[in-house]
């Protein structure tokens, strides 16, 4: 009989199979490790480090740490809920994150996840960057003012649609940036179609399926039903 | 029709009393008064001294975005921007609304002119009007209203909070919502949210009618002062149906001249440029709009908003705000339609207009209905117009082949007034202020005046790159060193 391995997680014993990472093991346990980057579909990368937790004592992505026996992981700790509040605000100042107007709000997980980790205001000066929007595709609208660099967008189109439709570019915190597989760099001119699972799969408000914006009442939105550690987990 | 007091021929020599801000108003402004040493009043304006962009920050976004980004223009009256950009942009989608989409949106607005016109009256102007004019400035507000007449208090309040709650119905939010969509609307009403509303409209129109004979009992208590305080002639302009009734949602335009005769009546506002032109002046942000026919903003200035709405408009299609209209019309012969002051009853009596189309909404089947979206062949342009609280609102948009809006262009309620506003302050300070010594209560005049138009001034300064400058160096003893003029096109001149 083989013995049941598990991990305390903020005190809780959190059975996981062999290979599976702290935060998968979290996940099937219906524990919340606040996230971004991370998508159950896709490889993780340990890019935004949101789900950053303490293992004994050490930081560690959750999304790319193994987990094993007797693990001691500290996770929704004011320590690491305030240092996940710090990087939230960057994300939101390095961008333009309008919420008012965006009509990705309710169903972003970027405010879903400020407000989940009570983020009150942005603290840190805007950048304001000027970032393209691309209008070009007849059916999908890219505003990057909004992108984060989860590169979902990247993994989905490599992966799932065996496309290639996006990659990542550039080098530096005001270079780095999502760019398009054509000539011209324009949507339009790529081979990406609204049913890509690339389509749906941006967390924040960058690549939005046109002319459907606002349709869904107040109320009915994703993030109006359930707060977002409720809706993560249930993935 | 000249306009006396907009420009002293010397300014440098005069003294300078500035109401600033102007309080009790939507947005920011301030009121310059020059005077002379004998406190004769030479020069008045009313200046708008915010400025907003709007036009030009939603170039490039996508067009489904603008209803609901253009409606953060105001945080009283977004419903107002919210539907007026919708109709445009459902012209760009080539829809004609379902049945229960209009129904729903006209719901929405009628819920917006009740509680804007509850706010205006109660919270805004009921001290001046109760208490008077000059009257203690530490009791002339809505806390001392509260406490002298609790009654009437708390009435503008559960109107105003009635009319938020059929807002959060029918956009989800009772400011900044986004029930209203390109094609139709996002939601209908569930039937726990219209028998919560059903419940409690009764109360509401009984209230709004109580509040047209308070005003009422207001002009027939103080005829001579209400009749005469900054009366002023103008042109008009409204929205009215195709029967000539009034019709806050949808019509033609209706442009009349001061002597009654009529300029134009049912124009498509879709051609609207045909018609008014605005012009600008350099010491204001707020445009001032006139009709195209009178060749310039000196003689074609008009106004708008309830007074017009309910003089112009052959009838009101609710019973009770049409028989309060008669009464209006013929009150003291008719001298009440044409007073500064008979704004107020004559939104009272829109506010009755409101509750009572409320009601009948309320009990029709089809704002419970499914059919919430329509579609149709795709257009560049979209013009949407709509009768909002302060006014005629017009809202025009280009969206190119990528969707994208490539030219917009607001004219906001407010703006059509601007030079209205200007000519009833002038008339109150040769009324009130010529030759006297100023107090705060006689500086409030000018405020009251003000206030008849519920001016919201955030809303309407939003233009950019096309406002003209007067730049004036002046030294210690007013010579005047240097003067820099910058014209509507970008053009400087040294003078």
Redesign the interface.
């Given at each position: 009989m083989s013995e049941q391995h598990t991990f305390q997680l903020d005190g809780e014993e959190i059975p996981f199979a062999a290979g599976q990472t702290i935060m998968q093991a979290a996940q099937a346990a219906g524990k919340y490790i606040p996230h971004l980057c991370w998508h159950p579909e896709f490889k993780p990368h340990g890019s935004c480090k949101l789900c950053t937790v303490k293992v004994n004592g050490r930081f560690g992505s959750s999304c790319t740490m193994e987990a094993s026996a007797g693990q001691n992981v500290e996770n929704r700790t004011p320590e690491l809920d305030d240092k996940r509040r710090t990087l939230l605000q960057l994300l939101f100042v390095e961008g333009n994150h309008f919420c008012?107007?965006c009509?990705k709000s309710g169903n972003c997980l970027l405010q879903a996840t400020a407000y989940e980790l009570g983020m009150m205001t942005p603290h840190f000066d805007h950048f304001y960057p000027d970032r393209p929007?691309d209008?070009?595709h007849p059916d999908v609208?890219l505003d990057f003012n909004r992108c984060i660099l989860c590169s979902l967008c990247v993994q989905a189109s490599e992966l799932a649609d065996k496309k290639f439709v996006f990659v990542m570019g550039g080098r530096g915190m005001r270079g780095r940036k999502i760019i398009l597989n054509s000539e011209s760099g324009r949507l339009a001119d790529t081979d990406f179609s609204v049913e890509d699972r690339a389509a749906s799969i941006c967390p924040v408000g960058v690549i939005?399926k046109?002319?459907?914006?606002?349709?869904?009442?107040?109320?009915e939105r994703t993030y109006d039903q359930a707060p977002v550690s409720a809706v993560e987990v249930a993935k | 029709m000249p306009f006396e007091l907009e420009t002293a021929p010397h300014p440098e020599k005069l003294k300078r009393v500035a109401i600033e801000p102007v309080s009790r108003v939507e947005g920011h402004g301030k009121v310059t008064i020059l005077l002379d040493d004998a406190n004769k009043v030479q020069q008045v304006r009313l200046h708008i001294v915010e400025f907003r962009g709007f036009e030009k920050f939603i170039e490039g976004r996508p067009f489904w975005e603008v209803p609901v980004m253009v409606q953060r223009l105001c945080g009283i009256c977004p419903v107002s921007h919210h539907l007026a950009a919708s109709k445009a942009m459902d012209q760009i989608v080539g829809a004609t609304l379902t049945p229960t989409a209009e129904k729903i949106r006209r719901l929405m607005h009628y819920g917006q002119i009740l509680q804007s016109h509850a706010l205006h009256f109660f919270h805004l102007s009921s001290p001046d009007l109760l208490f008077g004019f000059g009257a203690d400035v530490a009791t002339r507000n809505i806390v001392g209203v509260a406490a002298a007449q609790p009654e009437i208090a708390k009435m503008g309040v559960l109107l105003r909070k009635y009319g938020q709650e059929v807002i959060r119905m029918t956009s989800g939010k009772r400011v900044h919502g986004t029930g209203s969509i390109p094609g139709g609307v996002n939601k209908s009403l569930y039937p726990e949210e219209r028998a919560a509303l059903l419940k409690d409209i009764y109360q509401m129109v009984a209230w709004s009618r109580d509040a047209v004979h308070l005003i009422k009992g207001l002009f027939e208590k103080n005829l001579e002062q209400y009749n005469a305080f900054g009366r002023f002639a103008a042109h008009t302009m409204n929205l009215v149906r195709a029967d000539g009734a009034m019709d806050l949602y949808h019509g033609g335009l209706r442009a009349r001249r001061a002597d009654g005769s009529t300029l134009f009546d049912h124009f498509d506002y879709g051609r609207y440029w045909d018609v008014i032109t605005e012009d600008v002046k350099s010491w204001s942000y707020m445009k001032f709009p006139f009709f195209n026919a009178m060749g310039n903003s000196d003689e074609g200035w008009y106004r708008v908003g309830p007074l017009t709405r309910v003089t112009q408009s052959d009838f009101i299609p609710t019973p009770l705000a049409d028989k309060e209209r008669q009464e209006f019309m013929t009150f003291d012969n008719g001298s009440a339609t044409g007073a500064t002051l008979g704004y107020h009853w004559a939104r009272m009596i829109e506010m009755l207009h409101a509750a009572e189309a409320l009601k009948d909404l309320l009990h029709d089947d089809d704002i419970s209905g499914r059919e919430l979206m329509a579609t149709g062949q795709r257009q560049e342009r979209g013009v949407g117009v709509i009768e909002a609280p302060r006014g005629t609102l017009i809202h025009h948009y280009r969206a190119d082949e990528n969707d994208q809006v490539i030219r917009a262009n607001l004219i906001v309620s407010t703006t059509h007034n601007n030079q209205a506003m200007n000519e009833a302050i002038r008339v109150v300070a040769k009324q009130y202020l010529d030759g006297k010594e100023l107090t705060e209560g006689l500086l409030n005049h000018i405020e009251v005046a003000i206030r008849c138009f519920d001016p919201c001034l955030s809303c309407a300064t939003h233009a950019l790159g096309q406002m003209p400058l007067d730049v004036e160096l002046v030294a210690a003893d007013g010579t005047m060193l240097d003067r820099v003029l910058r014209d509507m096109h970008g053009v400087c001149v040294r003078e």
């Open positions: 008012p107007s009509e929007v209008a070009s609208m939005l046109k002319r459907v914006g606002f349709a869904v009442p107040y109320g | -």
